[in-house]
């Protein structure tokens, strides 16, 4: 084969992923605890690039979080034997293993959290998907975002999705659905349960105890419902409109569902009734957005309003609210909206109900007045595709200058 010819042949096996991140409307926290949680995709993606290589290596490179790390195959092979081939059905991430990775990447008592997290979650679904599929295939992977990691928009279960996705199909677990002149395609229904299933295990790297809501809107897009597993699309949404704020003040989703879980367990009595009505508040809200399908009256919005400000207080009663989204709450009340936390909390994001009618000089003052408090602020689209495979020039410019590492 000619140089240009072993060129083009790389280029084809390239495979481009993308996903999106989430907001929950209702229902953080109460749905790792079995309640029901209503969550709709984000216009802002995850993409990741792979190819194939011919020297045994291994390249991942997660420029959002500074990581640049190779390995050879002949290194990653020894610990294929903390994941047994025999799996009939994924079982969750065990300590060892997740310990023996850590000392690989050699973080086990490093700083860089972040670092140590993202590598190992990629390590964890590399190497079971390939102890699985019984192929270590050689690659080099760019994981690169549009969303903000850590702030309550699933970042990381974009990541995850994104990574499942690509090692399934570059391990023929999943088809490559990408033919020749399309520029976007997506798996089949079948095999984006698969895809669902993979990126709930990197999650469990990256969060300890997730729910999975946040890997099913990265798979599947739209809005759903998403109750112990179940997910159900809501079909008939409105369009809503709805103000972003990143306070970006810092924080762990690990830590705060860990704290959320401890709150339940000293107060059994007081937390469970506040989770109980959380699923109460999910419940009426995809009834309140299913009437508007047919009937657009204010009368809805009012009460969305309401559920808004209710599920607020009740964050803040099981600990996850902090003072930065106190300020969005106020700052946003002093203008008549209403706002409340999205995702962990703890710092992170908050979502603004915005009317059809909410004359854009409110928005501005809004705009403007979050940001004197230093945070980020934008007006979003929801509802957009789950994962998808691209081909990279279809793609936005500067999205394709990132993939190509320029
Ligand atoms: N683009 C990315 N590159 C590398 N790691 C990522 C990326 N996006 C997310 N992550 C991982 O996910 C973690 C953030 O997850 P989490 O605390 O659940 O917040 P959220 O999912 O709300 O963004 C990061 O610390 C990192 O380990
Ligand atoms: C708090 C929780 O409900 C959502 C966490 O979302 P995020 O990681 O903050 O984007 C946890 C979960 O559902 O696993
Ligand atoms: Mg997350």
């Given at each position: 084969?000619?140089?240009?010819?072993?060129?083009?042949?790389?280029?084809?096996?390239?495979?481009?992923?993308?996903?999106?991140?989430?907001?929950?409307?209702h229902?953080?926290?109460?749905?790792?605890?079995?309640?029901?949680?209503?969550?709709?995709?984000?216009?802002?993606?995850?993409?990741?690039?792979?190819?194939?290589?011919?020297?045994?290596?291994?390249?991942?490179?997660?420029?959002?979080?500074?990581?640049?790390?190779?390995?050879?195959?002949?290194?990653?092979?020894?610990?294929?034997?903390?994941?047994?081939?025999?799996?009939?059905?994924?079982?969750?991430?065990?300590?060892?293993?997740?310990?023996?990775?850590?000392?690989?990447?050699?973080?086990?008592?490093?700083?860089?959290?972040?670092?140590?997290?993202?590598?190992?979650?990629?390590?964890?679904?590399?190497?079971?998907?390939?102890?699985?599929?019984?192929?270590?295939?050689?690659?080099?992977?760019?994981?690169?975002?549009?969303?903000?990691?850590?702030?309550?928009?699933?970042?990381?279960?974009?990541?995850?999705?994104?990574?499942?996705?690509?090692?399934?199909?570059?391990?023929?677990?999943?088809?490559?659905?990408?033919?020749?002149?399309?520029?976007?395609?997506?798996?089949?229904?079948?095999?984006?349960?698969?895809?669902?299933?993979?990126?709930?295990?990197?999650?469990?790297?990256?969060?300890?105890?997730?729910?999975?809501?946040?890997?099913?809107?990265?798979?599947?897009?739209?809005?759903?419902?998403?109750?112990?597993?179940?997910?159900?699309?809501?079909?008939?949404?409105?369009?809503?409109?709805?103000?972003?704020?990143?306070?970006?003040?810092?924080?762990?989703?690990?830590?705060?569902?860990?704290?959320?879980?401890?709150?339940?367990?000293?107060?059994?009595?007081?937390?469970?009734?506040?989770?109980?009505?959380?699923?109460?508040i999910?419940?009426?809200?995809?009834?309140?957005?299913?009437?508007?399908?047919?009937?657009?009256?204010?009368?809805?919005?009012?009460?969305?309003?309401?559920l808004v400000?209710i599920n607020q207080?009740h964050?803040?009663?099981?600990?996850?609210?902090?003072?930065?989204?106190?300020?969005?709450?106020?700052?946003?009340?002093?203008?008549?909206?209403?706002?409340k936390?999205?995702?962990?909390?703890?710092?992170?994001?908050?979502?603004?109900?915005?009317?059809?009618?909410?004359?854009?000089?409110?928005?501005?003052?809004?705009?403007?007045?979050?940001?004197?408090?230093?945070?980020?602020?934008?007006?979003?689209?929801?509802?957009?595709?789950?994962?998808?495979?691209?081909?990279?020039?279809?793609?936005?410019?500067?999205?394709?200058?990132?993939?190509?590492?320029?």
């Amino acid at each position: 084969m000619e140089a240009g010819d072993i060129q083009g042949e790389m280029l084809n096996k390239t495979l481009v992923v993308s996903a999106p991140g989430k907001v929950i409307l209702h229902g953080e926290h109460a749905v790792v605890h079995g309640k029901a949680a209503l969550a709709v995709a984000l216009n802002l993606r995850t993409f990741l690039r792979m190819s194939p290589r011919d020297d045994g290596k291994i390249f991942l490179q997660l420029p959002n979080i500074g990581v640049k790390l190779w390995w050879d195959l002949v290194q990653l092979q020894p610990l294929l034997d903390a994941f047994p081939a025999d799996r009939t059905e994924l079982k969750p991430p065990t300590p060892e293993q997740l310990a023996r990775l850590k000392e690989f990447a050699g973080t086990a008592d490093g700083p860089g959290e972040i670092h140590d997290v993202a590598t190992v979650a990629f390590l964890y679904l590399y190497l079971s998907i390939a102890a699985k599929s019984g192929v270590l295939p050689s690659v080099e992977l760019l994981v690169w975002s549009e969303l903000p990691t850590g702030a309550g928009l699933g970042s990381s279960a974009a990541y995850s999705v994104c990574l499942a996705a690509a090692l399934l199909s570059e391990c023929s677990v999943v088809g490559y659905p990408l033919g020749e002149g399309q520029s976007l395609a997506r798996w089949t229904e079948e095999e984006l349960d698969v895809i669902n299933k993979w990126a709930f295990q990197g999650e469990q790297v990256i969060h300890g105890n997730p729910s999975g809501v946040d890997n099913a809107v990265g798979t599947w897009g739209g809005a759903l419902r998403y109750q112990s597993g179940k997910i159900t699309p809501l079909k008939r949404v409105p369009t809503l409109r709805i103000l972003l704020t990143n306070t970006k003040v810092p924080r762990s989703t690990k830590a705060l569902v860990a704290g959320v879980r401890e709150k339940l367990l000293k107060f059994p009595a007081i937390m469970e009734p506040v989770l109980i009505s959380i699923d109460a508040i999910s419940r009426e809200c995809e009834g309140v957005l299913e009437a508007m399908a047919d009937d657009s009256s204010q009368g809805h919005y009012s009460v969305l309003e309401e559920l808004v400000d209710i599920n607020q207080h009740h964050l803040d009663v099981i600990g996850v609210g902090h003072p930065a989204l106190d300020r969005v709450c106020q700052a946003t009340a002093a203008l008549g909206l209403h706002s409340k936390l999205t995702g962990a909390g703890g710092g992170g994001c908050a979502i603004t109900l915005l009317r059809p009618d909410t004359p854009p000089s409110v928005v501005e003052t809004a705009v403007r007045d979050l940001s004197r408090c230093g945070f980020a602020c934008w007006e979003t689209d929801i509802g957009g595709p789950g994962v998808c495979a691209h081909a990279l020039p279809s793609l936005k410019a500067d999205v394709v200058k990132v993939l190509n590492g320029i």
